[in-house]
């Protein structure tokens, strides 16, 4: 498969531009798309299997795919708008140049200020790529301190890594997260951070890569809408809801070899302590500070999924559950740990190399014990 090059994008991205400066159209209600025979979709420009591959006449994947039965759902055919980059998606819906976005558009509470989004029709994570050598020793999120991270631009990743991730060595921006794959095979990084779905379907056809497959954080897609789109929000939720019903939903997973995220069991699960949701929370957040592990999120969405539909939307007030793990009451403060790396790094000029390894490795003990 051919991967589009820099002066595709390029193109992608002033073409864009045009025709959101030449054909702007107003919101459209369900009705009026119809009437007009044709619904205007945006999908990524750049190959990003198993959700979308670009083909030269018709493009195919989950997301053209489910584009395709939205369209006809609507009786109208879909014409297709190809963005170049992450952040072009809110653009496009806010100048009305489509109707809707389908492409791996994560739900958060950050965009949901700029445009509204559908149920989601896919629940992934967003999970660590690394090299199959080196899958012995580093075997879960918690172990990517002093490594080189590489993740998409504008995508929930970097924030994600740069909030819960302490003590990383370096963390570059790609706006073709395929790129990256060569970086990580030639050792010029140690980790590509991406959508699970994606990175997984990847390692499927290259084995001298590994995904960990504990998420650092959720990553549920639904399809992005102009806010002033409700009656067309109602349409999609419903025609969401029927696919998924009949099964077409989990057939077009299957016919692309992929399959949604699992929560954990949390049947095993005896003692849960009471938290109140705070401004600025996620789950990822509660679940760094309360387990040192961001990956933990998952278990405290099972425990309360019927308070917390969308993973990444929680509500401040609301009463979460959190399950008590054996070794819950051993664990530090990570920010406190993080501030005791950050304090040693400062001097470590001014001690010897073994005194640095030796206090580095006493504050991580410290911190995971």
């Known amino acids: 498969m051919k991967y589009p090059t820099n002066a595709f994008q390029t193109f992608c991205g002033l073409l864009l531009l045009i025709v959101a400066w030449v054909n702007p159209v107003e919101a459209r209600s369900p009705d009026e798309i119809k009437a007009s025979g044709e619904i205007k979709i945006a999908i990524s420009g750049v190959d990003l299997?198993?959700?979308?591959?670009?083909?030269?006449?018709?493009?195919?994947?989950?997301?053209?795919?489910?584009?395709?039965?939205?369209?006809?759902?609507?009786?109208?055919?879909?014409?297709?708008?190809?963005?170049?980059?992450?952040?072009?998606?809110?653009?496009?819906?806010?100048?009305?140049?489509?109707?809707?976005?389908?492409?791996?558009?994560?739900?958060?509470?950050?965009?949901?200020?700029?445009?509204?989004?559908?149920?989601?029709?896919?629940?992934?994570?967003?999970?660590?790529m690394i090299r199959s050598a080196d899958k012995n020793t580093l075997q879960n999120p918690t172990g990517l301190r002093n490594k080189r991270l590489v993740t998409a631009a504008g995508s929930i990743h970097q924030d994600i890594i740069l909030s819960f991730v302490p003590g990383i060595k370096s963390l570059a921006y790609v706006d073709d997260i395929t790129a990256s794959y060569a970086d990580l095979k030639a050792g010029n990084v140690d980790a590509v951070v991406y959508d699970k779905p994606i990175l997984d379907y990847y390692v499927a056809k290259h084995s001298d890569f590994y995904v960990i497959?504990?998420?650092?954080?959720?990553?549920?897609?639904?399809?992005?809408?102009?806010?002033?789109?409700?009656?067309?929000?109602?349409?999609?939720n419903d025609f969401l809801d029927t696919v998924r019903s009949n099964g077409d939903i989990e057939r077009l997973f299957t016919q692309y070899s992929t399959q949604e995220t699992k929560l954990p069991d949390v049947t095993g699960y005896t003692a849960f302590t009471p938290y109140t949701v705070k401004p600025g929370d996620s789950l990822v957040k509660i679940a760094f500070n309360t387990y040192h592990d961001p990956s933990k999120w998952s278990l405290i969405h099972k425990a309360n999924q019927t308070l917390i539909p969308v993973a990444n939307l929680i509500h401040i007030g609301d009463i979460l559950q959190l399950p008590t793990l054996a070794d819950s009451n051993s664990l530090r403060s990570p920010l406190a740990c993080q501030e005791k790396l950050q304090k040693l790094s400062a001097i470590k000029a001014g001690i010897s190399p073994e005194a640095y390894q030796q206090r580095e490795a006493e504050i991580v003990k410290e911190c995971t014990q």
């Open 213 to 236: 497959q504990e998420a650092l954080a959720p990553d549920e897609y639904g399809i992005g809408l102009n806010r002033g789109d409700k009656a067309l929000l109602v349409y999609v």
């Open 49 to 128: 299997p198993p959700f979308g591959f670009k083909q030269a006449v018709e493009p195919v994947g989950i997301d053209p795919d489910l584009g395709k039965m939205l369209a006809t759902s609507l009786g109208v055919k879909p014409t297709w708008v190809y963005y170049a980059n992450l952040p072009d998606r809110e653009k496009l819906l806010m100048d009305q140049t489509v109707d809707v976005v389908i492409g791996v558009y994560s739900i958060s509470e950050k965009r949901l200020e700029s445009v509204s989004f559908s149920q989601p029709y896919y629940k992934g994570g967003s999970c660590v």
